[in-house]
T-cell receptor, first 114, second 115 residues
């Protein structure tokens, strides 16, 4: 069975600074996706970034980038130039390529301070 | 496109009552699922479906039933509500196995309180 671990329950960062959220996972599968979802106070689940396991290149989306280390089963999210609107709960998630079943970590609550 | 529509947004139930959470998607997605979100525990999978007529249990299925009579709809039924089912519930859909650039789309969530 797959598991996803987020070891940082809470993080804080000052506006305009950079912060990295950690995620590790365990799987015996070779084809899968990894995601970071953002959940602001509105409760809506918003996709931040996606990484396909077969791609060696790290995914980037504007100020968001990942450090994907497949052998180490690590998938961290880096947020550059943090903004107040980045304040949210962030979930790391694993999706098996053959089933679409999503497994979530327990989340990291990020607070961005002015 | 409405995406994933989940109703109601809030609900208060008395212990022992039953109710159905509705979920509908208009993206022709094969895969649909229900999660519950509890503090410190992330989102845990309750039930899922890989297509019309096919459902299966997730990590925490006890006390919940689902059915998938159409591709669009995937209701979640609480048979006899218990305080332990107080939670935030999310419905999600995704295209199905093997799609490139896939992602899961979520409803807006239902905050359920059982008293």
């Amino acid at each position: 069975a797959q598991t996803v671990t987020q070891s940082q329950p809470e993080m804080s960062v000052q506006e305009a600074e950079t912060v990295t959220l950690s995620c590790t996972y365990d799987t015996s599968e070779s084809n899968y996706y990894l995601f970071w979802y953002k959940q602001p106070p509105s409760r809506q689940m918003i996709l931040v970034i996606r990484q396909e396991a077969y791609k060696q290149q790290n995914a980037t989306e504007n100020r968001f980038s990942v450090n994907f280390q497949k052998a180490a089963k690590s998938f961290s999210l880096k947020i550059s130039d943090s903004q107040l609107g980045d304040t949210a709960m962030y979930f790391c998630a694993f999706m098996n390529y053959n089933t679409d079943k999503l497994i979530f970590g327990t989340g990291t609550r990020l607070q961005v301070f002015p | 496109n409405a995406g994933v529509t989940q109703t109601p947004k809030f609900q208060v139930l008395k212990t022992g009552q039953s109710m159905t959470l509705q979920c509908a998607q208009d993206m022709n997605h094969e895969y649909m699922s229900w999660y519950r979100q509890d503090p410190g525990m992330g989102l845990r999978l309750i039930h899922y479906s890989v297509g019309a007529g096919i459902t299966d249990q997730g990590e925490v299925p006890n006390g919940y039933n689902v059915s998938r009579s159409t591709t669009e709809d995937f209701p979640l039924r609480l048979l006899s509500a218990a305080p332990s089912q107080t939670s935030v519930y999310f419905c999600a859909s995704s295209p199905g196995a093997g799609f490139m650039n896939t992602e899961a789309f979520f409803g807006q969530g239902t905050r359920l309180t059982v008293v």
